[in-house]
């Protein structure tokens, strides 16, 4: 399983990027995708998530009206669309799949496979 996660760079606050990752080697499809993020000296934290298509989104509190996640199940790609940039979303953002029940769905040990992580740098 192949998880390639793009489109990080530096912006300025206010400006907007999209990240996507694409996965191979697995039936896309079955699998909840979701991305998280690190900052230097913080620990792994949940972003947002979704299990299928047409089914619920799951956001954190601080990026919920800002940052929107789907995904191209013709394209084995998920992706995150990240509106208004804050300098507190700076981080190395991860893109992961899993199968977790509803309850898990921001939790990422429910994630077995990640992606190797792109820098997102925002700058005030």
């Known amino acids: 399983v192949q998880l390639q996660a793009s489109g990080g760079g530096s912006v300025q606050a206010g400006d907007s990027l999209r990240l996507s990752c694409a996965a191979s080697?697995?039936?896309?499809?079955?699998?909840?995708m979701g991305w998280f993020r690190q900052a230097p000296g913080k620990e792994r934290e949940f972003v947002a998530s979704?299990?299928?298509?047409?089914?619920?989104?799951y956001y954190a509190g601080s990026v919920k009206g800002r940052f929107a996640i789907s995904r191209d199940n013709a394209k084995d790609t998920v992706y995150l669309q990240m509106n208004n940039l804050k300098p507190e979303d700076t981080a190395v953002y991860y893109c992961?799949?899993?199968?977790?029940?509803?309850?898990?769905?921001?939790?990422?040990?429910?994630?077995?496979?990640w992606g190797q992580g792109t820098q997102v740098t925002v700058s005030s």
């Open positions: 080697g697995l039936t896309f499809s079955r699998y909840a």
């Open positions: 979704l299990r299928y298509s047409s089914g619920p989104t």
């Open positions: 992961a799949a899993g199968t977790p029940i509803i309850s898990q769905i921001r939790d990422p040990s429910s994630f077995g496979y």
